[in-house]
């Protein structure tokens, strides 16, 4: 079996026919499914999809480019949806410089707030990074996450892959890996021990080949385990067994 360690299935463009989503990720092996927050509205809506189905799992979390105008009393809501059993991590929380860099000391602040909620929970956390890989490092550094973490669609160098490692961190790769224009990030896997790599869709965003231009879901991990197993020359079957593994053991699922 496959875990989507991050899928976005409160997107509206689930709204139709959810069921179904799930149903096809199973008959595709793809047997769990971790569903991420990225605001207050999305982590709610996030864990009750996690509730309605057996086999989702949720992150909640405030991502780094909705920290504007957040509510005060935010961290609060985010401990009421903690204390549900399906909530597997705190996230995707971290920093992103690409659309705007004005408010880094408010996202800074915001994603240390947040790794230390996670430490409370004892819950891993999921981090988001674009554009601000050094950043990132440096908070990381200062502020433990005390039960793991996961680098999700990780498109750092092999060697901030190296330094995110030596924080016991691991690496989640999806549809990119299979894009054409992705030599860097094929060289990033390559160098990360499959120890520390799981496997992601992000869907609705980032369909892998074959499937670029319609809409992703988790029923195309399959595709992404495939690369993987090019990439490192080895089985799928051994991807599949060991990515899944490490999430198991990361998330408690
Ligand atoms: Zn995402």
């Known amino acids: 079996m496959f875990i989507d360690v991050h899928a976005h299935l409160d997107n509206v463009r689930f709204d139709e026919d959810l069921d179904m989503v799930v149903k096809n990720a199973k008959l595709s092996k793809v047997e769990k499914i971790i569903t991420a927050g990225y605001d207050l509205k999305s982590s709610f809506k996030d864990v009750e ?5 057996e086999n989702v799992f949720a992150t909640v979390g405030v991502h780094p480019e909705n920290v504007e105008d ?5 961290l609060e809501k985010l401990e009421t949806l903690l204390k549900n059993k399906k909530v597997v991590a705190v996230g995707e929380i971290g920093l992103d410089y690409h659309f705007r860099c004005d408010n880094k000391e408010l996202q800074k602040k915001v994603f240390v707030e947040q ?15 674009r ?10 550094k200062k502020h433990r996450a005390e039960f793991g973490g996961l680098m999700h669609c990780f498109s750092g160098s092999v060697e901030m892959a190296r330094e995110f490692m030596k924080l ?5 790769f999806g549809g990119v890996t299979t894009f054409k224009n992705a030599k860097n990030v094929l060289k990033t896997v ?7 790599i799981m496997l992601e869709t992000d869907c609705p965003y980032m369909t892998p080949e074959p499937h670029r231009g319609e809409r992703n879901e988790p029923k195309f991990v399959p595709f ?3 690369k993987i197993a090019n990439i490192k020359n080895i089985k799928i079957d ?14 408690k699922i």
Request: aromatic share 10%.
């Open 49 to 53: 999809i996690a509730n309605r189905f």
């Open 224 to 226: 992404i385990a495939e």
């Open 131 to 140: 554009d601000a890989m050094g950043d990132t490092l440096e908070i990381l």
């Open 238 to 251: 051994e991807v599949e067994k060991i990515t899944t593994q490490n999430a198991k053991k990361l998330f």
């Open 168 to 172: 016991s961190f691991s690496f989640s």
């Open 70 to 74: 957040l509510e005060n009393d935010y």
């Open 190 to 196: 390559e160098e990360i021990p499959i120890e520390k």
């Open 115 to 129: 790794i230390d909620l996670a430490n409370h929970f004892k819950l891993p956390i999921v981090v988001h990074s």
